[in-house]
């Protein structure tokens, strides 16, 4: 009787185990602020070449728009392009990219607030995050009702990286020239001193 007992209370403790995993699963999954899930959920990845300029997408079903919050979790400010009150408010926007970001369509026409990024840089790759929140009767809601994500990888052009001003890719290209030649001069020397040695002796 006892060993039928443990083995029932070892059973049901697999299964909570079991379906705390697939909640925390779930949870993770969603990736949303608090709140119900949003009406329209979306995950892209795009790729651009540095000194480009790149559009990551994002619509809503019309432009009955309230408020736009482009954002990257990782930065702090996460910020990158806040709407609402009918303009873009500055205040909270990350400096690195203030006078680099707009939208695509000032007036949102078709509910397209895609996000448009002059002269990108390898510091652009990264994850970014458009919510929307469209009027409504209740227009004090914290939760957006259009959700997506976007993946962005930035990868050197065949000019070895170099921005439009070219001066990102000079110091890099600058820096990766400096340490071959000391490598060549190490190597030479190291060369030079041995053949020295051997005629000495």
Not at 177 to 183: C, P, R
């Amino acid at each position: 009787m006892y060993s039928v007992a443990s083995a029932l209370g070892h059973c049901a403790l697999l299964f909570c185990c079991i379906i705390f995993m697939v909640s925390a699963s779930a949870a993770k999954d969603r990736r949303c602020v608090s709140g119900p899930v949003p009406k329209k959920y979306d995950q892209k990845n795009i790729s651009a070449t540095v000194g480009e300029s790149v559009t990551l997408p994002c619509r809503a079903p019309d432009n009955s728009i309230r408020a736009i919050l482009w954002s990257r979790p990782d930065l702090e400010p996460k910020y990158i392009l806040l709407y609402r009150d009918k303009q873009i408010d500055p205040e909270e926007q990350h400096p690195y990219f203030k006078s680099r970001v707009d939208l695509k369509d000032g007036q949102m026409k078709d509910g397209d607030v895609s996000l448009m990024i002059r002269n990108v840089m390898i510091f652009d790759s990264g994850t970014y995050e458009c919510q929307v929140f469209m009027k409504g009767p209740n227009q004090r809601k914290r939760t957006a009702d259009y959700i997506t994500i976007i993946n962005l990888t930035v990868v050197p052009g065949p000019t070895g990286g170099l921005t439009e001003d070219g001066s990102v890719g000079l110091k890099v290209g600058l820096s990766v020239f400096g340490i071959l030649v000391l490598v060549v001069g190490v190597v030479v020397g190291f060369v030079i001193f041995k053949n020295t040695k051997e005629q000495k002796k």
